[in-house]
């Protein structure tokens, strides 16, 4: 089986390598610099190296002069894969200095392989013999490889050793390899498998820094001391197979610190074998992947949620489109019903439930970003110090309240209302969490979240925010449960206690608001929610005053309804006729378009779905806009993602109406827009 060491300094590079190699039943191993893959290649030498040439502690150049020197690697075909390095005298000089091929990234999968199979099989058959001699002369030779290094790496220069050569380069590599060791943060291990329990006979500093171990204890110890409880069997059973059998592999396994704290160890371990083939150690390189793995998890939970927002609004729209038919006939039917009558019990029930329905379509809608917001520049610690009556209010006396608002000013874009859901949501949710009693506390602060933090936490852009953070002492949230809190439906109450929308909700409107919330928990450890909003510096807004109500829901004037879908435009044609209203109605844009032409007489107003087939409402607005010049437009949807809305927040001069429509707000803003 091939063997390939791939000499790449940058690890996502190195990965792509790595499964392209494999998947053609290679084998790989990897180097971070040209200093480690030296020490790795005289231990193990590999079939053929592919090395790029821009690297730390030693470049590809010095790489690709020390392989050509060393009579145990010079047979060994060198593969340059450079990106760095493109110029044509970059490739004369790797050549010159013995390099089997030179190749520029990126390259097509196939073809870098290919290219790399013809080498190995072009040169499988040299043998190992003196070094191959650089074709031109030597002094030239010289001269281009100094310059180009100058070049590319500015005041990097090249010592030769001219006298003692073959004592000074073994010392040399001697104090190279134990320098780089001392300087990796890897952790190295090497074991002795010819002892009794393959014991572990040298550990590196990375290693001792990285697990908080001594070398007391660590030496003389079977590596699985490391391993947590929670490591995947089937991980442990590979490592355990390759040992067996001698052969190198590369896991990823959940290992303890000495403190008790867990780690993912990226481990790549592979067999050293004398010059007879006897196995006599094995070297394992550990990698902290931690934070790798988490910010993979954070992606991966960022689009689960994306898909089921996408889903959970689809459902909203197709929702609202029913409830509005339910709860507009059901209040038709209500207003017909006497209070005495047995009928009008049940049809309350059916109104009521619709209503909860439409909560619970509007809490999916504010889950899947798709709410309709109206943002104010507000301040943060004024709306949290407002809200104290009513939180002590909410929450049991046996729950203490602590509100840390400091002194500065935390101006944020947001809409208050819903800001005040989330402190609201968030409040119970702690109360419940401390049936016997504990404390809550709400803190509002201003701080700056770096390139660090963003790095490692996905969809985090840098910049100025302001914190609002919650946190209670209760029973705490295991980190199963944690991975779904969020999500639509999901609760750890008791059946009837909750519709597991609140997190969610909160989800939705932080995120449409451009925040981010993080959850910090462990069992009766307690719980913080740590909200991040974007910090303004605009003067306050003041706050919105609702519109004076009309004096009366009755009226006269000309209505053209454009609705697609049939029931829905009966029952609003039903609505606006019961109050007065001329009515004309189209069940898309082009009808619409043609009643305009064909109708003389004054049409005073166009409501309007905004999201309809060929023809959106705003296009057909914008269509009769020059020809009816004194018709107002009102838009009605259930979407927020459409023409009139971006990212929930309505454009200039719009007038809008939710789904699902029901009588009474919809009559209120057809009279507010025509008295207007």
């Given at each position: ?276 083939g006897k196995l006599t150690h094995f070297v394992g390189v550990q990698t902290d992947a931690t934070e790798r793995r988490r910010l993979a998890d954070q992606l991966r939970q960022a689009k689960k949620m994306e898909a089921v927002g996408q889903l959970a609004a689809g459902v909203a729209h197709d929702f609202n489109n029913i409830l509005s038919v339910i709860l507009s006939y059901s209040s038709f039917a209500l207003e017909q019903l006497r209070p005495e009558e047995p009928m009008r019990e049940d049809m309350e029930e059916i109104y009521r439930a619709g209503q909860r329905a439409a909560e619970l ?316």
């Amino acid at each position: 089986m091939t063997c390939v060491l791939i000499v790449e300094d940058k690890q996502e590079h190195a990965y792509y390598l790595k499964a392209l190699f494999e998947s053609h039943g290679w084998t790989t191993q990897w180097a971070r610099h040209g200093a480690e893959a030296l020490v790795n290649a005289r231990m193990t030498p590999p079939n053929i190296v592919i090395s790029d040439l821009l690297m730390p502690v030693m470049d590809g150049y010095t790489l690709l002069r020390h392989w050509k020197s060393d009579a145990r690697l010079r047979a060994v075909p060198f593969v340059v894969y450079t990106a760095t390095y493109t110029d044509v005298e970059d490739e004369q000089l790797a050549l010159s200095l013995g390099a089997d091929a030179f190749i520029l990234k990126p390259s097509e999968p196939d073809v870098l392989f290919a290219r790399t199979e013809e080498v190995r099989q072009r040169t499988g058959t040299r043998g190992v013999g003196p070094a191959e001699q650089p074709t031109g002369n030597e002094a030239d030779l010289l001269k281009l490889y100094s310059q180009t290094l100058i070049r590319k790496l500015e005041e990097k220069t090249l010592q030769l050793e001219e006298t003692n050569r073959a004592l000074l380069l073994e010392q040399a590599e001697l104090r190279m390899r134990d320098s780089a060791i001392q300087a990796i943060r890897h952790g190295i291990l090497i074991t002795d498998p010819n002892l009794p329990d393959n014991p572990i006979v040298y550990a590196s500093p990375g290693f001792y820094e990285l697990t908080g171990y001594t070398s007391e204890e660590t030496l003389g110890r079977n590596c699985r001391f490391l391993q947590a409880r929670e490591t995947d069997p089937e991980a442990i059973a590979v490592l355990r197979r390759a040992v067996q059998g001698a052969q190198p592999c590369a896991v990823e396994l959940l290992n303890q610190r000495k403190d008790g704290s867990l780690f993912w160890n990226d481990l790549t371990l592979s067999p050293v074998k004398d010059a007879s083939g006897k196995l006599t150690h094995f070297v394992g390189v550990q990698t902290d992947a931690t934070e790798r793995r988490r910010l993979a998890d954070q992606l991966r939970q960022a689009k689960k949620m994306e898909a089921v927002g996408q889903l959970a609004a689809g459902v909203a729209h197709d929702f609202n489109n029913i409830l509005s038919v339910i709860l507009s006939y059901s209040s038709f039917a209500l207003e017909q019903l006497r209070p005495e009558e047995p009928m009008r019990e049940d049809m309350e029930e059916i109104y009521r439930a619709g209503q909860r329905a439409a909560e619970l379509t509007k809490q999916l809608l504010a889950f899947s970003r798709q709410q309709v917001l109206q943002p104010r520049v507000v301040d943060l610690r004024h709306l949290v110090i407002g809200m104290e009556k009513m939180l002590r209010r909410l929450i049991s006396e046996a729950v203490g309240l602590s509100l840390l608002t400091g002194q500065e000013p935390s101006r944020v874009n947001a809409d208050a209302t819903q800001i005040e859901q989330i402190i609201m949501n968030l409040a119970v949710n702690a109360r419940d969490a401390m049936p016997r009693g504990g404390s809550l506390t709400i803190e509002v602060a201003n701080l700056v979240l770096d390139e660090e933090y963003a790095a490692t936490h996905h969809g985090v852009k840098p910049g100025a925010y302001v914190m609002l953070a919650v946190t209670d002492t209760g029973v705490g949230i295991d980190p199963a449960t944690r991975e779904h809190i969020f999500e639509p439906f999901f609760s750890t109450k008791e059946r009837g206690k909750g519709t597991g929308l609140g997190l969610s909700t909160v989800f939705g409107i932080i995120k449409q608001s451009e925040g981010h919330v993080w959850v910090y928990s462990e069992p009766n450890q307690g719980t913080t929610f740590r909200v991040y909003l974007p910090r303004v510096d605009r003067e306050l807004d003041p706050p919105l005053a609702p519109p004076p109500p009309p004096a009366t829901l009755r009226g006269t004037e000309t209505i053209l309804l454009v609705e697609d879908e049939d029931q829905l435009r009966t029952m609003a044609r039903a609505m606006l006729r019961r109050q007065g209203y001329n009515v004309l109605e189209a069940q898309n844009a082009g009808e619409a378009l043609l009643i305009c032409e064909q109708y003389t007489a004054k049409i005073h107003l166009l409501l309007t779905d905004v999201v309809m087939p060929r023809m959106s409402g705003k296009q057909l607005a914008e269509r009769l806009g020059p020809v009816r010049p004194e018709m107002k437009v009102l838009f009605m949807s259930g979407y927020t993602e459409n023409a009139i809305v971006h990212h929930g927040v309505l454009d200039a001069g719009i007038a809008f109406v939710e789904k699902p429509l029901t009588p009474e707000p919809l009559l209120r803003k057809v009279r507010e827009l025509l008295d207007a």
